[in-house]
C-alpha cells in the first residue's frame, strides 16, 4: 500500500494527539486509522459528494481559541452547501444504540455556535450502516439530555431533500447468469447422499436478464446495479455445464443509495479494512462503475431491472429549506 501524498501532515496531527514521546506502535496504528478515515465525517462526506446534490462540503477545524470560547461553544464537524441549501453546519455522530443522545451542555455549545453563525445546524447520525440527517431541532429534551429515536430520524431525515437519497427496488427475476463449461473431470466420490464430482470448469458465457427473465442487452451501469444487491444464488445442473444464477427475487426489501455505494466499493476492490474514506475524499470519481446513481437508477427503471425509486421527503420541512411539503 502506498504511503498517502499528507503522510507528514498526518504523523504530526497523531503526535500532537497522543505527545512526541508515544509508542511508535500506537503512532503507526494511529496513523493507518487516519489514512482508511475511521472518523465518521469522512465517510458521510464521501457520501454526500456521491449523491450528487453537494456543491461543497469540507470538515472545520476544531482547534479552536481563545481556550475559554470552549465553555461556550461547540464547532461542528462539517460545513455544507447544496443544490436545495446551505451553507449548514453539520455534527456527525455514528452509534448502534436505538436512541441518540446528546448531554445538554453539549447540545447547549453546538446551538450556540451556529446561532452566533445565523446557519442551520444539522445531525448526520449513522446507526449501523444507516445514515439519517436532522435538524438538531428535532431532537428533544428527555428528563436530561436531547433523544431522537432511529425511528423518528428516518422520518425527519433531510438526506433525500439536501443530498439526494433515494430508496430504490429492483425487480425480481432480473439478474446475472454464468455458464460454467465442464472441462475434465478431477475427482469423484461417494458418499451417504449419492456422490460428489470435482470439475475443472471455464466460464463459456455472461448474460443479464430483466423482470421477465428474458436475456436483455443492458447498459453497464444498470448491470452494477445488480452489485448492490444481495442476490440469491441458483443452479442448474446439465451433462456438459452448470448454469450458475444470481437473481433478484420477491422476499428483497428497498436499498438506500447511500448503502449501495458501499456495495459498490466493495464490489470493485475489497480493502482488508473497508472503503479508505479518506483517500476518496481527494478522488476525481469515488467510484469507476456508476458515474452518477440516479441517471443509473432511470435507466434502470426504463431497462426492466429497477423496479421502484422512492424520493423521500422529511414528515416535518425546516424552515430554512425553501420547499413545498409533500
Known amino acids: 500500500m502506498t504511503a498517502p501524498s499528507d503522510i507528514a501532515r498526518l504523523i504530526h496531527e497523531v503526535l500532537t494527539n497522543l505527545g512526541f514521546d508515544a509508542d511508535a506502535h500506537a503512532v503507526a496504528s494511529q496513523v493507518r486509522r487516519l489514512d482508511y478515515g475511521l472518523p465518521a465525517e469522512d465517510e458521510f462526506s464521501v457520501v454526500c459528494a456521491w449523491l450528487g446534490q453537494c456543491r461543497l462540503i469540507h470538515k472545520l477545524d476544531q482547534k479552536q481559541t481563545p481556550v475559554l470560547s470552549k465553555e461556550l461553544y461547540q464547532v461542528p464537524d462539517l460545513l455544507a452547501c447544496f443544490d436545495t441549501g446551505g451553507p449548514v453546519l453539520i455534527e456527525v455522530k455514528s452509534s ?7 448531554k445538554p451542555d453539549y447540545h447547549a455549545k453546538l446551538t450556540r455556535y451556529a446561532e452566533m453563525l445565523r446557519l442551520p445546524l444539522l445531525i448526520a447520525w449513522k446507526h449501523h450502516s444507516l445514515w439519517t440527517l436532522v435538524d438538531i431541532r428535532q431532537l428533544r429534551r428527555a428528563k436530561t439530555n436531547y433523544n431522537i429515536c432511529y425511528g423518528e430520524a428516518l422520518r425527519q431525515s433531510l438526506l433525500g431533500v439536501l443530498a439526494g437519497d433515494v430508496a430504490y427496488r429492483l425487480q425480481p427475476g432480473s439478474g446475472i447468469h454464468l455458464r460454467l463449461n465442464k472441462e475434465e473431470l478431477v475427482k469423484a466420490e461417494t458418499n451417504e447422499a449419492g456422490y460428489t464430482e470435482t470439475w475443472q470448469m471455464r466460464v463459456g458465457d455472461v448474460s443479464f436478464s430483466r423482470a421477465d ?29 452448470i448454469l450458475q444464477s444470481f437473481v433478484v427475487t420477491e ?29 476518496l475524499l481527494s478522488a476525481s470519481e469515488v467510484t469507476r462503475s456508476i458515474k452518477r446513481f440516479s441517471t443509473a437508477l432511470e435507466r434502470g427503471l426504463a431497462e426492466g431491472v429497477v423496479r421502484y425509486v422512492f424520493h423521500i421527503r422529511p414528515a416535518d420541512m425546516p424552515d430554512f429549506l425553501d420547499l413545498p411539503q409533500a
Open 96 to 102: 448502534t444504540d436505538r436512541t441518540l443522545s446528546l
Open 213 to 241: 427473465g428474458v436475456c436483455a442487452s443492458l447498459h453497464a451501469e444498470t448491470t452494477q446495479l445488480l452489485a448492490t444487491w444481495d442476490l440469491e444464488s441458483q443452479e442448474e445442473h446439465h451433462p456438459d455445464h
Open 251 to 279: 422476499n428483497g426489501g428497498m436499498e438506500f443509495a447511500h448503502r449501495a455505494l458501499v456495495n459498490l466499493l466493495a464490489w470493485e476492490a475489497p480493502p482488508p479494512n473497508g472503503p479508505r474514506w479518506r483517500a
